[in-house]
């Protein structure tokens, strides 16, 4: 079992003991990175009854959304790495300047070392080890910090780690903010962080006064634009699909939906219809995660009703099981309180829209969302291209996110940095330049004294070779 390390000594003695084995054994092989990678899978799936019930004790997630946004996206990622990590570890041959005749450039990518990873509560299990798994395919050795609010998934991913790793390999640290803060005070080679802006800034914070490079994955409002030329039963569809997946805590969920005022009640009845057939008991495949998120939600639909807001279905809450039905509101306006803050639960705002210039102008005046959704055969490219954000989709929603060949991460106040597949595997590597001088020295000419000749072979340099090859 993994041992108790609350107190701030024994962090302190884990992360010194992986960094002595980091120096003792500073790489490993391509057939040992694949092995680990290999073992954690399996360990992963000889629990996965186990995850059903931790995720379910947790926070009342259904098996079937267990299965999809925790463990398909955990297993895809470990064979999508040990499928392309020889490809990924082989130094990559670049190019050199004429000027330097004779030698030979590559990139080798190298670990960074110890890194720190802490996950987040909305998907507590694949938010720890998705990363993990880029971090082991870059040859690292890690600490783990999963969120306190799911306890029990916590204690199961400090079972299965310690199954699979030694703890100067591998380390799950559980506790809470004071576990966190003390955490942040070793001088880790990479802090990986995953959850709200607020405390991402916190972490900047802390890694900047040690120097310590980070990613940050966070969150935002993430818009849905519906144009004039959009099939408006599919987009319907996709957008409760993807908004109350994991009742709405989801960073890249759907916040809100801009529709054009003529098509309004067309995609009103659409999403109605749409959470009738998707959701026929009225209720989300999971509960709130937390009282206070129960009670936050509850507060911002009853303010987004007295505000003007039509509820056009859902508006049920269960205070015993803090659970919340799939609830649509229509005539939302911008200056509505549940356009100032992210949702992160299962409220969907239609806001309707006469200009889809004025939209642009809106979301530009805006912090850079995680995700930005567009649909309609017309200007769903102008409007990714137009409007930063982390990632997006045209015609669908979410499902960017599933595909390892993508980079996944924010801009921003979204975020910054990315990781899935090569992307994560680079997040955890340092890019090392590497130069051999095979023969000759075509610099040599160019050395002091700096004669008159001298001079005139630089000048000749800077003109005429720069360029080359």
Known sequence: MVEALNPKTDLQRCFERQCEAMRHLPSTTLAERRSVLRNLKDVILANQTALHEALAADYGKSSAEVDLSELYTTITEIEHARKHLRHWMRPERVPTPLAMLGTKSEIRYRPKGVVLIIGAWNYPFSLVLVPLIAALAAGNRALLKPSELCPCTSALLSTIISKVFPPEQVAVIEGGAEVAKALLE????????????????????????RLIPITLELGGKCPVIIDESANLKNAAERIVWGKFLNAGQTCIAPDYVFVPSRLRQEFVTATKTAVANLYPTGECACHMVTSEHFERLKNLLSTALAEGGTLVCGGGFDDSLRSIQPTVIDDV??????????IFGPLLPIVSYDSIAAVKTYLLSKPKPLALYSFGEGSGHSIIDEIPSGGACINNTVIHVLNAHLPFGGIGASGMGNYHGVHGFRTFSHAHSVMTQRWGNGLRPLYPPYTAFTQRLIRFAIRWLPGLP
């Open 186 to 209: 070793l001088p880790f080679d990479h802090i990986f962080f995953t959850g709200s802006t607020r405390v991402g800034t916190l972490v900047a914070q802390a890694a900047a006064q």
């Open 333 to 342: 306006r911008l200056e509505s309180s549940i356009m100032h803050e992210e």
